[in-house]
């Protein structure tokens, strides 16, 4: 199960790798023009954190969190520890 700090994680570094492979002149042409149109709407860090922040703000409205508000890959200590769901027997 991924968990919204390692997913967060993902998201931030796959925007700094994709950035990374548009730098490099060694990369061909069109893999760096895939990684442009990929990065036009992909979302960067500050919009990783808004969502975060605005799920925290109502966690009502998510069944699971899809970001955490740490960016770095550590896990926010903002968000409440999971609540365990009781069946009736």
Same mark, same amino acid.
């Given at each position: +199960?991924?968990?919204? /700090?390692?997913?967060?994680?993902?998201?931030?570094?796959?925007?700094? @790798? !994709?950035?990374?492979?548009?730098?490099? &002149?060694?990369?061909?042409?069109? =893999?760096?023009?895939?990684?442009?149109t990929? !990065?036009?709407? /992909?979302?960067?860090?500050?919009d990783v954190?808004?969502?975060?922040?605005?799920? !925290?703000?109502?966690?009502?409205? =998510?069944?699971?969190?899809? @970001?955490? +508000?740490?960016t770095?890959? %550590?896990? %926010?200590p903002?968000?409440?520890?999971?609540? =365990?769901? &009781?069946? %009736?027997?």
């Amino acid at each position: +199960m991924t968990l919204p /700090y390692e997913r967060t994680w993902a998201v931030v570094e796959t925007r700094r @790798f !994709l950035t990374e492979v548009l730098a490099n &002149r060694r990369v061909p042409a069109a =893999v760096r023009e895939q990684a442009r149109t990929l !990065l036009r709407h /992909y979302p960067g860090p500050s919009d990783v954190f808004n969502a975060a922040w605005q799920a !925290l703000a109502d966690p009502r409205l =998510v069944l699971e969190p899809v @970001f955490d +508000m740490s960016t770095d890959g %550590s896990p %926010s200590p903002n968000w409440p520890k999971p609540r =365990v769901l &009781r069946t %009736s027997k």
